[in-house]
């Protein structure tokens, strides 16, 4: 299994410019999420999907778009970047905890770090 | 909301020396309780985690008990190692909205010296 995989690893964007972070996980797992890094914040939760065609906004949502056509794949698009999105983006993915279960790991992917100018 | 407050750091150490990274939590119920650990030009990775009261969560000679009382989750090991040099988040999960979700303090960065 190759797990949580993500492309580009670096990403230069002018401002206003729009791309698409891709993700993609090969577990079979329905959770999927993306996180941001920063330094001195630690990791904030952008978006989430519970399964194909679910999603939702997480902590810091604003300027990003996702979808969930497939099981496997959860791109995180920016619409028109601004300065402000520099950041390390990682995206993890968990199997949907059975019940009240609550000893569910995520498994995350290398990042994808991007810089806008 | 739930949330999770970290040492900052930065930690230096020298190898063998004894760790302590504390974090202390705050929730309206009962979370699970993780460390995940990040080296260099990584993803995160689970280190050990706790989904109880008292429960001691360890592994690679790091160890955290899951304190109700103090409600914290320090994380710690008695002899470190230079491969140890890495950055530690602590986090808990709570669920919302009928879904999990897993919150993470703001990480502290060890590095640990020869």
């Known amino acids: 299994n190759a797990g949580v995989t993500q492309t580009p690893k670096f990403q230069v964007l002018k401002t206003g410019q729009s791309m698409t972070l891709q993700c993609a996980q090969d577990?079979?797992?329905?959770?999927m999420s993306w996180y941001r890094q920063d330094p001195g914040m630690g990791l904030r939760l952008i978006h989430y999907?519970?399964?194909?065609?679910?999603?939702d906004q997480g902590e810091v949502p604003n300027g990003y778009n996702v979808s969930r056509s497939t099981t496997e794949d959860f791109p995180l698009r920016l619409l028109s970047a601004a300065p402000s999105q520099t950041s390390v983006y990682f995206c993890a993915s968990t199997s949907r905890p059975p019940g009240a279960g609550r000893s569910y790991e995520q498994y995350f992917g290398p990042g994808t770090r991007l810089t806008v100018t | 909301g739930d949330s999770v407050t970290q040492m900052e750091g930065p930690v230096t150490l020298s190898e063998e020396a004894f760790l302590t990274i504390n974090c202390t939590y705050t929730a309206t119920g009962y979370p699970s309780l993780f460390w995940y650990v990040q080296y260099p030009g990584e993803g995160l990775q689970l280190l050990l985690k706790a989904t109880k009261a008292d429960d001691k969560g360890s592994n690679k000679g790091f160890e955290a008990t899951y304190r109700k009382e103090t409600t914290s989750f320090h994380l710690e090991k008695g002899s470190v190692q230079v491969s140890d040099s890495a950055v530690y988040f602590c986090a808990l999960s709570f669920f919302q909205g009928g879904s999990e979700k897993l919150v993470f303090g703001k990480g502290t960065k060890l590095t640990v010296n020869p």
């Open positions: 577990m079979n797992h329905e959770y």
């Open positions: 999907s519970v399964g194909a065609g679910i999603t």
